[in-house]
């Protein structure tokens, strides 16, 4: 099937843009004082974007060759210049046509426009800031043509988003750090197409702390609902990994957590997220009595010890709250033996030691992204989307978070040589 113009193409031949010798050059920049806006500048900036990258391509054949354009040839050189290959390109802002110098021979590979390569890098780097930010490909390519007059078809911006895959493996796959002082897991629901059927699947991510108080997100995975058994796999994929050791697992209140971190790492010190548990508290009471309530949990966490936080736990059950929801005391004494270490510290460490905020912050912008797409086609594409999200979000992670340092003195205190690193962890 013959190929379909394009809107900006001619039907003849197009005209060939002006090429520039140095003092040609010059002589235009000299008459840009006359220029009067920025419809005069912009055909000022592209013929200088495609004489540089001519010029470059030009110095990278003559390095290839070994001897300047009108020099004499080397006599152990057989090849030599073969004139130019028109070539058009995409670049980050338009088309760029070009004229490719070649050789005799066929050898010359150019390094700035590969062969081959119908984009230049500028412009796949707009398109994946485009795409991470939640933009549909459709929505990719009204844009490029509306801000570029750039007619692009869908399937160069799917290309151009699915050669982020091998990097998404490579980053699943990347080593880690031996230990971890605090690993925080907690799951995301994404709407993902399967079987024909739109069903709310669960977003397995990890993040980890380092020693250095620097945030990391482990790896992210995707299954059909949030269980143990599945975070025991990913558990197992860590160590895999090189994570011999976890010293506190920040989890939620999933049935089996615990056990599922204490088959990977025995010694692992396990946290229940406790605004989990004070979520679920709050199911139990009605909108009125909301707010003293939650004023009574926070007695309970907020205790100078474990002696005065199982008072405080006391004195809710036997309250008319209590009398009237036992299940509110209930919940909180089934999962006291994930809660008691938070006592361990003062409170302004406790903070960060019994919730999951570090990576619900994550989660909260990660939705950003995907409450616009309704939902993915298969599970690839969600990853996809998710791990150029995660990029972004990665990348102004710049310096260690100040709650996180102060609460590393107290780790070396309560983990000794485990948070040292001055030995190896026991085995599984």
């Not at 059909?224 to 197992?236: D, I, N, P, S, Y």
């Not at 936080?309 to 809710?316: E, R, T, V």
């Not at 009237?324 to 903070?351: D, E």
């Amino acid at each position: 099937m013959p190929r379909r113009k394009r809107q900006d193409e001619e039907v003849g031949p197009a005209a060939p843009a002006p090429r520039f010798t140095p003092a040609a050059l010059d002589a235009l920049l000299a008459e840009a004082g006359g220029l009067h806006g920025p419809e005069d500048v912009e055909p000022l900036f592209r013929a200088l974007k495609r004489a540089v990258v001519e010029r470059a391509l030009g110095a990278e054949l003559t390095h290839h060759l070994g001897y300047a354009p009108g020099a004499a040839r080397p006599a152990d050189q057989p090849n030599h210049r073969n004139g130019t290959t028109p070539k058009r390109v995409l670049t980050d802002d338009g088309d760029l046509d070009l004229a490719v110098p070649r050789d005799r021979a066929g050898t010359f590979a150019p390094q700035l426009v590969p062969k081959h390569a119908r984009r230049l890098p500028g412009f796949d780097a707009k398109v994946l800031s485009l795409y991470a930010r939640g933009m549909t490909v459709r929505e990719i390519q009204g844009h490029l043509e509306e801000l570029y007059a750039v007619a692009i078809a869908p399937d160069l911006v799917s290309t151009v988003t699915d050669a982020v895959v091998e990097e998404v493996t490579q980053w699943q796959q990347r080593p880690l750090d031996v230990v971890y002082p605090v690993v925080i897991f907690d799951a995301l629901r994404v709407k993902i197409r399967d079987e024909g059927t739109v069903r709310n699947k669960a977003v397995y991510l990890a993040l980890g702390i380092d020693r250095d108080g620097q945030k990391d997100v482990l790896g992210l995975w995707v299954e059909q609902t949030e269980g143990a058994k599945f975070w025991l796999r990913v558990l197992g994929e860590l160590r895999g990994r090189g994570v011999e050791d976890v010293l506190i697992a920040l989890v939620d209140g999933l049935t089996g957590f615990p056990d599922a971190v204490h088959a990977v790492y025995p010694e692992a010190q396990v946290h229940q997220c406790v605004v989990h548990l004070v979520r679920q508290s709050l199911v139990h009471v009605g909108w009125h009595e909301r707010k003293a309530a939650a004023a009574q949990l926070r007695r309970i966490y907020h205790a100078p010890g474990e002696a005065a936080g199982l008072a405080a736990l006391d004195a809710l059950e036997a309250s008319p709250l209590g009398q009237r929801l036992p299940a509110v005391a209930a919940g909180w004494r089934r999962h006291w033996a994930y809660v008691a270490p938070i006592f361990a510290v003062p409170l302004p460490v406790r903070r960060v030691l019994y919730t999951t905020n570090a990576l619900e912050s994550l989660h909260m912008q990660l939705r950003k992204v995907t409450k616009a797409r309704g939902h993915f086609p298969t599970d690839a594409a969600a990853i996809k989307l998710l791990y150029l999200a995660l990029r972004n979000v990665v990348a102004k992670w710049k310096l260690p978070a100040p709650e996180w340092r102060a609460a590393f003195p107290y780790f070396a205190v309560l983990f000794g040589e485990r948070f040292t690193g001055d030995r190896a962890p026991a085995d599984a």
